[in-house]
Each structure stands twice: as C-alpha cells, then as structure tokens.
C-alpha cells in the first residue's frame, strides 16, 4: 500500500524558513517522480514543484522559484521541500504527490499524503 | 485566475446525472495534453479520479466518466449519491507557464 506522510509545517515569521518532509512507502521511491501541491485556506490547488526520480531534474512555479527548493533522498525515500523567504500567501496545506504518466507532459498525481499545514504570520 | 476554467459550482438530485467542464486553451488541453480529474472531500486530500482523458484508476467505480474535445473536457457522474458531494479539480500540462502542471479552480459539487 502507497503511503506518503508529511511533516514538517508550522507557523513561521514572514521572512522565515521552513523545512517539510515526506516519507514515502509502499512503491519503489527512485522510480517515480515527485511533487509539493499546495492548496491555500479556501482555495484551489497549486503545484508549487516537481523533482524527477533520480534527482536530476527540478522545477518550480514562478509565484515560489528562487524561494523554495526540492529535492530527495531516495536512501531514506524521503521527499523534502526547503521554503525561505516565506510570505503571507505562501500560507497553505502542503501535499506531497507521486507522479505518474508515460511522459513528463502526461504527469498526474495517483498518490497524496495527509498534507502538513504552513502558516506565515507575525 | 486559474488557468483551466471550471464552474464554482453544480448541483444535482441523488440518481441525477451531472458534468462540470474544463476549459483550456491552445498551450493546454487544446495542444492535446491529457486532462486529469481529481476529487476531493471535505478535510481530506485529494483523490485521483480519471487520468488520460478517460481512464479511472481501479476502485473508482464506473459512474465517473471523463472526455475530452478541442480545448475543453468534461467529467460526467451519473447516479448521483450524497457521497459525491466534493470539490472537484481538472489538471493539465500547460506548455507556456514554468509551473506546468497546472489546476482548475475547483468545482463544488452539491447533491440536493
């Protein structure tokens, strides 16, 4: 069974940093691709990032590139994303999803964790 | 502004068919990327639903049937239960945005 645990939220300073994890399990890790969705209170979802299997490959949406940083350790099937500079509409749950699909512009999400809660407020 | 327009929101009677639509534009769906439908119930993540335009993943039962035409695609419920009250979001791949994987704004489906 495909599971995928989030941790890491909390509430940071405008300003701060914040570090999430992921812990993948039920899937071989290094085969699939990976991404961070976040969803504001409220609103739709956004797919801030996405990180090839073998690390290589990364990318962002504009609204987080320069702030925010993936990347993986497939030794420990862990999926990570470091977020500096937070602001106040980085507020959001942060999912984290395992990537499918026979090309990389046929990708969809086929597994999400619980999601982990970050809120930037002073 | 999402750049996949759905309706905020559909409602149906239980055993009512419903669609909610996805339209795009010629750097997504119309550029013939796949569409995929998501659903989401209320505090929970999201599930995946129909992926390749037309395709559910095992478990989902066949009352859930997805198109897709030009620029736009649709997701079909027939037999409407109570349970199906959520929020559901169309993804795509969009060719023009660095963020490409990219969302509908969500549909809210209420069953009367």
């Known amino acids: 069974e495909v599971q995928l645990l989030e941790s890491g939220g909390g509430l940071v300073q405008p300003g701060g940093s914040l570090r999430l994890s992921c812990t993948a399990s039920g899937f071989t890790f290094s085969d699939y691709a990976m991404s961070w969705v976040r969803q504001a209170p409220g609103k739709g979802l956004e797919c801030v990032s996405n990180i090839h299997g073998g690390g290589g490959i990364t990318s962002y949406a504009d609204s987080v590139k320069g702030r925010f940083t993936i990347s993986r350790d497939n030794s420990r099937n862990t999926l990570y994303l470091q977020m500096n500079s937070l602001r106040a509409e980085d507020t959001a749950v942060y999912f984290c999803?395992?990537?499918?699909?026979?090309?990389?512009?046929?990708?969809?999400?086929?597994?999400w964790g619980q999601g982990t809660l970050v809120t930037v407020s002073s | 502004q999402s750049v996949l327009t759905q309706p905020p929101s559909v409602s149906g009677a239980p055993g009512q068919r419903v669609t909610i639509s996805c339209t795009g534009s010629?750097?997504?769906?119309?550029?013939?990327?796949?569409v995929h439908w998501y659903q989401q119930l209320p505090g929970t993540a999201p599930k995946l639903l129909i992926y390749?335009?037309?395709n559910r993943p095992s478990g989902v039962p066949d009352r859930f049937s997805g198109s897709k035409s030009g620029t736009s695609a649709s997701l079909a419920i027939t037999g409407l239960q109570a349970e199906d009250e959520a929020d559901y979001y169309c993804?795509?791949?969009?060719?023009?945005?660095?963020?490409?994987?990219?969302f509908g704004g969500g549909t809210k489906l209420t069953v009367l």
């Open positions: 993804q795509s791949y969009d060719s023009s945005l660095s963020g490409n994987w990219v």
């Open positions: 999803a395992k990537n499918r699909g026979s090309t990389v512009t046929a990708w969809f999400f086929d597994y």
């Open positions: 390749g335009n037309s």
């Open positions: 010629s750097s997504n769906i119309g550029a013939d990327y796949d």
